[in-house]
């Protein structure tokens, strides 16, 4: 069976929310979703089939303090306010319509960064609680978040051990797969000096983090090389931004976070076709 496969980068996600919701228009319905950060965070709004809720969000919330700030640090310990953007947003102001997600037979993964192992560990979508304390945990950028506490386990953001979890869907059985990444062709990750002080600030409480954050770049240009191997074999398809069309990551202009939307669901419905076959 064909298998979505999201990647993170906070607002770059964007892109896969547009590809979403011409895959929503499309009538087409992957089985197994997964992914880390905030591309499955935005993911959770397919399952749940509210098109056009993760731009609503991002284009309304974006300049919004309560969203994201340097105050939120004083009452939630990170630069996102975790009490309003997964909580108030989805329980209240965009509603999360959980009995659509809850009985769409799809399962959906999310890749965590347990911080005592510093192992990836992938969970269960369907037992989101209603405080989305996965996809908090999901997005926790060290020092941009608190770590998150979840079933006595403390995580990080997935994306720093397993950033494209395409080996995970593998390993679930599925053979196809419909690949969305969020930087453009040619990209090359690099050590960035975020992780190397992240790993140094980290090392006696966290020690076996230090590891994944020192090698994160070459673990991610690797895993891209083999995505782009899967699809040269005829097994994947990769949709992404182009050099042209692409936004950083903390994007604050609201004209290229709605054109790189645009471009993300234009270019699902160009490839709608060969991806169908995906699920056949």
């Known amino acids: 069976m064909g298998a ?10 964007i892109f896969s929310s547009g590809v979403m919701d011409a895959l929503l228009d499309a009538g087409i319905d992957f089985p197994y979703i997964i992914g880390v950060s905030a591309g499955i965070t935005d993911g959770f709004s397919y399952v749940s089939k509210q098109k056009k809720r993760n731009y609503d969000i991002l284009m309304n919330h974006r300049h919004d303090k309560r969203y994201v700030g340097i105050r939120n640090y004083l009452s939630d310990r990170s630069l996102f306010g975790l009490k309003f953007a997964y909580e108030t947003i989805p329980n209240e102001l965009y509603p999360f319509d959980w009995n659509c997600f809850l009985n769409n037979p799809a399962q959906i993964k999310v890749g965590v960064t347990n911080v005592d192992t510093g192992q990836c560990e992938y969970l269960d979508g369907k037992e989101l609680d209603e405080h989305c304390t996965m996809l908090k945990a999901t997005c926790a950028i060290p020092f941009a978040f608190p770590v998150i506490h979840l079933n006595g386990k403390g995580y990080y953001d997935g994306g720093i051990c397993d950033p494209i979890p395409i080996r995970k869907a593998m390993e679930d059985g599925h053979e196809k797969m419909l690949i969305v990444l969020t930087r453009p062709k040619g990209y090359c990750k690099t050590l960035s000096k975020a992780n190397v002080l992240a790993s140094r600030r980290l090392k006696k409480k966290y020690p076996k983090l230090v590891e994944p954050l020192l090698t994160r770049h070459d673990h991610y240009n690797q895993t891209v090389a083999y995505c ?4 040269r074999d005829g097994k ?3 949709l992404r931004p182009t050099q042209k069309v692409q936004i950083d990551s903390f994007e604050k202009d609201l004209q290229k976070i709605e054109c790189i939307y645009r471009f993300g669901y234009d270019l699902a419905m ?11």
Not at 4 to 13: A, H, K, N
Not at 228 to 231: A, G, I, K, R, Y
Not at 274 to 280: D, N
């Open 4 to 13: 979505l496969i999201l990647e993170g980068g906070t607002f770059r996600p």
């Open 270 to 280: 160009k490839n709608i076709e060969s991806i169908k076959k995906l699920l056949l």
């Open 236 to 238: 994947a398809i990769i």
């Open 228 to 231: 782009e191997q899967l699809e």
